[in-house]
């Protein structure tokens, strides 16, 4: 099956400064990759996906370009906000094909943003 | 539209105790997972459902775990007994399948085994 490698934290950022969290991955085919993103308390929330290469995901200021040269998806935002904090998790399908079944995640990466 | 609904969202409990866990997936949605993230991981497919039937169970400890969705609706997860590695995290998750490969997740229950 697929795999993914994901940076681990924690991160701690100041407010406004650039963040940039790396994963790869290990995949048969050209699965679609995402982001999920956990607010202290919380259940998951996609965050942002790609669904091929040199597609990129966007979503509240973050971006994420799927780069099949470099097996890479890293999440990156120009200015984060203390609103950020959370830990989040890079994830792609176990089996390439078909309907998407089981999620493979990350270890996750704590960020906190200090105001 | 309401999300994917979750209870209890915390229980503490004794080792060789039983406990279970309710999900109630977004209006529609054919597929549903349960998950179990323990903590610093990621979360680990435990069961996966396609309208009340499995889909994949091959990570569900079945010597103590057991999961249903007899009405293809809402679902419950059990553990029975449980050990105190079974602390962690239980999240629920559903998707409609066929027009997305997104999963929402419900804000999961946290299980205390002391």
């Known amino acids: 099956g697929n795999s993914v490698t994901q940076m681990e934290g924690p991160v701690t950022l100041s407010e406004e400064a650039f963040l940039t969290i790396n994963c790869t991955y290990t995949?048969?085919?050209?699965?679609?990759l995402f982001w999920y993103v956990q607010y202290p308390g919380e259940g998951l929330q996609l965050l942002l996906k790609?669904?091929?290469?040199?597609d990129k995901g966007s979503n509240k200021g973050f971006e994420a370009t799927y780069r099949k040269e470099t097996t890479s998806f890293h999440l990156e935002k120009g200015s984060v906000q203390v609103s950020d904090s959370a830990v989040y998790f890079c994830?792609?399908?176990?089996?390439?094909?078909?309907?998407?079944?089981?999620?493979?995640f990350g270890k996750g990466t704590k960020l906190s943003v200090k105001p | 539209e309401a999300g994917v609904a979750q209870s209890p969202r915390y229980k503490i409990i004794e080792k060789r105790q039983s406990v279970a866990f309710w999900c109630n997936p977004i209006?529609?949605?054919?597929?549903l997972y349960w998950y179990q993230q323990i903590l610093g991981q990621g979360p680990k497919l435990l069961i996966q459902f396609q309208n009340n039937g499995v889909v994949d169970d091959s990570q569900l400890p079945k010597d103590r775990f057991s999961a249903e969705r007899l009405k293809g609706v809402d679902s419950t997860l059990k553990i029975q007994p449980a050990k105190l590695e079974d602390s962690a995290v239980y999240l629920c998750?559903?998707?409609?399948?066929?027009?997305?490969?997104?999963?929402?997740f419900g804000p999961g229950t946290r299980l205390t085994v002391l």
């Open positions: 995949a048969t085919g050209y699965p679609s």
């Open positions: 209006s529609g949605h054919a597929t």
């Open positions: 994830a792609l399908p176990l089996f390439y094909g078909g309907s998407q079944g089981n999620l493979i």
């Open positions: 998750a559903s998707r409609q399948t066929g027009t997305t490969d997104t999963q929402y």
């Open positions: 790609a669904t091929k290469a040199d």
